[in-house]
């Protein structure tokens, strides 16, 4: 009986043993099976994530940031004790016991899965560092069995705290965060090291679904949880009793609460020059890496000129909408219904999308319109609190626009309305009605000798249409390209004393007669190259460019980055060919800096995730700045390496012609300033496009205002009337910050006094209104006398200047009035042209 009594269970246990090995043989045949193809766990050492670049301005300040996922990476050090075991009690309590994978975890998840319980996850955190790095998320056995392996694997090749590192800082916690620290700033601004234990606790909770504990939808099942995990922390011997009683009992604290102030709040609205230097690094350094390279760009914006350029770009757009008298409104409305309450109106107006970034004089607030009368309206104001009595616009304030309330509005509209307020002390006056300008234009200034770009405006609001018209737009400079045909002229042998004919001209071309005219309808016969540009003549500009050449003309406009390929038709020399206010401003700052190359940029430096300099701008060789100290009275050298474009006497000659524009030509009713300022107003056909380009001794900032989709601006429009105002605005605060001076003046120069109506030489020593100096080449003697018409057809009654020099390659012809003058060798007679485009 004993022996058969052994027998069965000698027979039990061999077939026990057989299918413990048969159970061992398969468990290691699935696990040799699974794990001969997997991914190699080595990109985990050099982990390198997806991290926030931010923008600073010069004084360090973070301006701006973009991430295509916001995290801040936090290296383990750096990552208090109170949040890793925050985690480690809400997901894996033997994370510091286990080899990878937690057997007595599975094990219960396994015993509640058979009782019908809640499941709970079995994963350990190294298993979930290899699912979000390794392994897809699908869920399935094989999946599993794999993450099981990498994580015993991955487990003997790195430190505990390397893996938590991994986690802590790969996990998406809601609200566009991913990692625990970019996380505690959107919850609750702050740093990991100022979290408490019940907002490490709230954190914990959110890597499997944020969305179920979102702080203000699901805000008591999120405190709940959170207790859930105190209570874990408490229970691991991570928090004493008095700390977990007390963290349990305080409230759900959060940003999306309205308990803490957004980090977003601390950071000036994205703005245009951001913007485009996120457009230029996606360029340079491509989109992913700019997006998630952690990138530190140091810009070169100085904040208090950018709002300045903001408020001179707004004023001027605002003012020639209102002249305009037609209210257009938002295009926004909300329900009817939602007008009966408070809430509803606050919560509707809230959900409308609007520009919420206008600063002009005073915040303009998004409105709804509630009630209309005869001789006001009333209007429920996003951010301001209702009174008493409500707020009313008066029916003086819509005296600007055709109509009156009820033509224009309707309840429900959605409108923008700011505080009037007094000049004097701030105090309120009244609410007035605004609209965002139809029109739109740009702005953009710089320093003319390091190419930094100071203030960039490109449009009337960046929320309300982001594209950037300083930068983007391609349009017709008109009249502002003229300095570089006379740019072409002065180093052709021309001098600013040159006589060219100014008298009607006709041009065959493809699309039939081109008759160009001035903007006065009148002609004035030879005209010094001076007084051509300092009264922006036409006729005058289309003769010299025949004259010189649309080859050379054309050759140096891409030599100073005006055009990249400019096309040789001789409209171009008036501005015909579209280009950005970004490239002629650039190519201004070369005549102001006596022409040499400078490339304009938004950014000083760029730096990657560890500090090191991948870009600076400022590649000029300074030989002793790496000194520990300077003899007394001596200023660190600086070498520069830039290129000439221009020779250094045409660039004076150019900005002492374009100084007369600024002091008496075009644009002398709209710029008045304390320095010296050289410039080019411009205005093109139709004057569907008008400019201002200008500079000082130091600084070159440019203006263009007109329609996105082009139409005329209206009979009176000039740039000097539209832009003029706005540049004299910018410069008058820039001149403050910045100073200025007399332009440089070539040593070279050698000065003779001419009549600057007629190009006569006068006597040393001459005054009065028509005298100006001008400086000559050395060894240069200025010819008087010679007459240049470009080849074109003039009449011959047409009165030429009658001091006649020989020279070279002119010839000397016979006027109708029996005297003589000496003209250009292109220069051919016919009958008189009239009519033309302006």
């Not at 990552?79 to 599975?106: C, T, W």
């Not at 100022?194 to 890597?207: G, K, N, S």
């Not at 429900?412 to 139809?438: C, H, K, N, Y």
């Not at 401003?585 to 500090?611: C, H, I, K, S, W």
Request: net charge negative; with cysteine.
């Amino acid at each position: 009986m004993l022996r058969f009594v052994l027998s069965i269970f000698g027979g039990l246990f061999s077939m026990l043993t057989l299918g413990m090995m048969m159970a061992a043989v398969t468990i290691g045949g699935i696990f040799w099976m699974y794990g001969r193809d997997l991914p190699s766990y080595d990109v985990l050492a050099s982990y390198t994530p997806k991290t926030i670049s931010r923008i600073y301005s010069g004084e360090g300040r973070i301006i701006d940031e973009f991430a295509v996922e916001r995290r801040l990476f936090a290296p383990a050090e750096e990552i208090p004790d109170l949040v890793k075991h925050a985690f480690i009690s809400a997901e894996d309590k033997n994370f510091y016991q286990h080899a990878g994978y937690d057997v007595r975890g599975m094990a219960a998840a396994a015993v509640d899965a058979a009782r019908g319980a809640r499941l709970r996850g079995a994963s350990t955190i190294t298993q979930q560092v290899m699912k979000n790095f390794l392994l897809d998320g699908s869920r399935s056995a094989e999946r599993k069995i794999k993450e099981i392996i990498l994580a015993a694997r991955i487990e003997e090749s790195m430190s505990k705290d390397r893996i938590l590192e991994l986690y802590l800082n790969e996990i998406f916690l809601g609200q566009n965060s991913f990692g625990v620290a970019a996380a505690s700033q959107t919850y609750f601004n702050k740093p990991l090291t100022d979290l408490t234990a019940e907002e490490a606790a709230y954190l914990a909770i959110l890597p499997k679904a944020p969305s179920n504990y979102h702080p203000v939808r699901q805000r008591e099942r999120a405190t709940e949880r959170r207790n859930f995990v105190l209570r874990e922390m408490h229970q691991n011997g991570y928090l004493t009793e008095a700390a977990y009683n007390g963290a349990r009992d305080v409230p759900l604290r959060t940003v999306q609460n309205g308990d803490y102030e957004s980090f977003r709040n601390e950071l000036p609205p994205r703005d245009y020059f951001t913007d485009e230097i996120r457009r230029q690094l996606s360029n340079d350094f491509g989109e992913e890496e700019f997006l998630g390279g952690g990138l530190s760009v140091r810009a070169t914006v100085d904040p208090e000129m950018q709002l300045e350029a903001a408020d001179a770009l707004q004023r001027a757009l605002e003012s020639y909408d209102r002249g305009i008298g037609i209210w257009r409104g938002t295009g926004k409305t909300v329900k009817v219904a939602s007008l009966e309450t408070e809430e509803s109106w606050r919560d509707a107006l809230r959900k409308t999308t609007v520009a919420r970034d206008i600063r002009l004089e005073n915040e303009w607030h998004p409105a709804v319109v509630l009630t209309i009368q005869d001789n006001q309206m009333r209007v429920g104001i996003e951010g301001v609190d209702e009174d008493e009595d409500g707020h009313w616009v008066p029916r003086k304030d819509i005296d600007w626009m055709r109509g009156n309330f009820a033509d224009n509005f309707n309840r429900g509209d959605v409108v923008f309305i700011r505080a009037m307020t007094a000049d004097a002390d701030g105090s309120f006056i009244r609410w007035t009605l605004r609209q965002v300008p139809e029109v739109q234009g740009g702005f953009m200034a710089m320093d003319v000798n390091t190419g930094r770009v100071i203030a960039m405006q490109g449009g009337f609001s960046y929320e309300n249409s982001v594209f950037n018209r300083a930068t983007q737009a391609r349009r017709q400079p008109g009249s502002s390209f003229k300095p570089f045909v006379y740019a072409a002229a002065l180093d052709s042998g021309y001098t600013p004393a040159t006589i060219v004919v100014d008298a009607p001209i006709e041009i065959n071309t493809p699309q039939g007669l081109w008759r160009p005219k001035n903007a006065s309808n009148q002609f004035y016969g030879p005209t010094p190259l001076r007084t051509g540009i300092e009264r922006s003549r036409n006729l005058m500009t289309v003769r010299l460019a025949q004259e010189v050449g649309m080859d050379t003309i054309a050759s140096y406009a891409e030599r100073f980055g005006v055009y990249n390929d400019m096309n040789r038709f001789l409209s171009n020399s008036l501005g015909a060919e579209e280009t950005t206010l970004f490239k002629m401003v650039a190519a201004y700052a070369m005549f102001a800096n006596g022409g040499e190359r400078v490339e304009p940029t938004l950014v000083d430096r760029v730096q990657d995730r560890y500090g090191k300099t991948v870009y600076r701008h400022d590649q000029r060789i300074c030989e002793d700045c790496s000194l520990l100290t300077l003899a007394s009275g001596r200023a660190p050298s600086i070498q520069s390496n830039r290129e000439r474009v221009m020779d250094e006497i045409t660039a004076y000659q150019l900005t002492s012609m374009m100084t007369g524009v600024v002091d008496r030509g075009t644009a002398s009713k709209y710029v008045k300033l304390p320095v010296p300022i050289a410039g080019k107003t411009g205005t093109t056909n139709d004057a569907k496009d008008v400019w201002f380009v200008g500079f000082s001794s130091n600084i070159v900032a440019g203006c263009y205002i007109g329609f996105d989709t082009p139409r005329s601006l209206g009979r009176s429009a000039s740039g000097g009337g539209m832009c003029g105002p706005v540049f004299n605005q910018f410069m008058s605060r820039a001149i403050e910050s910045y100073g200025g001076g007399k332009f440089g003046v070539p040593g070279d120069c050698e000065f003779i006094s001419i009549d600057r109506f007629t190009g006569a030489r006068l006597p040393d020593g001459a005054s009065g209104e028509n005298v100006v100096a001008e400086c000559f080449r050395p060894g240069e003697e200025p010819i008087f006398g010679i007459t240049f018409d470009g080849g074109f057809a003039m009449a011959a009654d047409l009165p030429l200047f009658d001091e006649v020099n020989e020279n070279v390659g002119a010839r000397q012809v016979t006027t109708s009035s029996g005297g003589t003058a000496v003209v250009g060798p292109k220069a051919t007679f016919g009958s008189l042209s009239s009519g033309g485009l302006y």
